[in-house]
């Protein structure tokens, strides 16, 4: 298993990480999603190879950017 953190601009609330979680999940690959909306972190746990344009794209989903981590 292989974990990446990105930073996620735009989160401020238990909302916004309901969200982001929920579309990342959606993506092949992703085995586990943590978001720290405090330090507007993302980490993904992945089982199988994921890249870092699929996950910003599944952030886009949600209405948020990936900042940086790409």
């Not at 720290?36 to 890249?51: F, M, Q, R």
Request: proline share 1%.
């Amino acid at each position: 298993m292989t974990e990446q953190t990105y930073t996620v601009q735009g989160m401020t609330c238990a909302h916004c990480a309901g969200a982001v979680t929920r579309e990342v999940r959606l993506v092949d690959g992703v085995g586990d999603v943590r978001v720290d909306v405090s330090t507007g972190t993302l980490t993904v746990e992945a089982t199988g190879p994921v890249s870092s344009e699929a996950i910003a794209a599944a952030v886009d989903e949600a209405g948020y950017t990936v900042v940086a981590g790409l």
